[in-house]
């Protein structure tokens, strides 16, 4: 079995992926029990995702990581687009609207 910390590549694919993951999940907003402010690797992992969006919006101007990029009009476009990515769901997907971010304002 091969792991990410063998392979250089794997290893810059794992971190990259573990960031944009951190940053979904909201978890670049949690604090230690007890802490004032957010741990060092909580903060650094945001700032890596804030450079890789930050890079791929100059590709991909008004990107939304959180939903399909857009084919734009033209299905054509799925190979002439030099950055496209997927929000895979489950058959049985159902969002909780209790869960949104939109009610956590409220």
Same mark, same amino acid.
């Given at each position: 079995m091969r792991v990410s910390h063998d392979h250089a590549v794997l290893q810059c694919l794992d971190v990259v992926l573990g960031a944009m993951q951190f940053r979904l999940n909201?978890? &670049?907003k949690?604090?230690?029990d007890g802490a004032r402010c957010r741990a060092k690797r909580?903060?650094?992992k945001e700032k890596l995702y804030l450079h890789i969006y930050q890079r791929i919006s100059k590709i991909y101007p008004r990107l939304n990581v959180g939903v %399909?990029? %857009?084919?734009r009009g033209d299905t054509t476009n799925r190979? &002439? &687009?030099p950055y496209r990515h997927w929000l895979f769901k489950p058959e049985d997907? %159902?969002?909780?609207p209790s869960k949104t971010k939109s009610s956590l304002k409220n």
């Open positions: 909201n978890k &670049h949690e604090k230690p909580t903060i650094a %399909s990029t %857009s084919i190979w &002439h &687009h997907f %159902s969002i909780d």
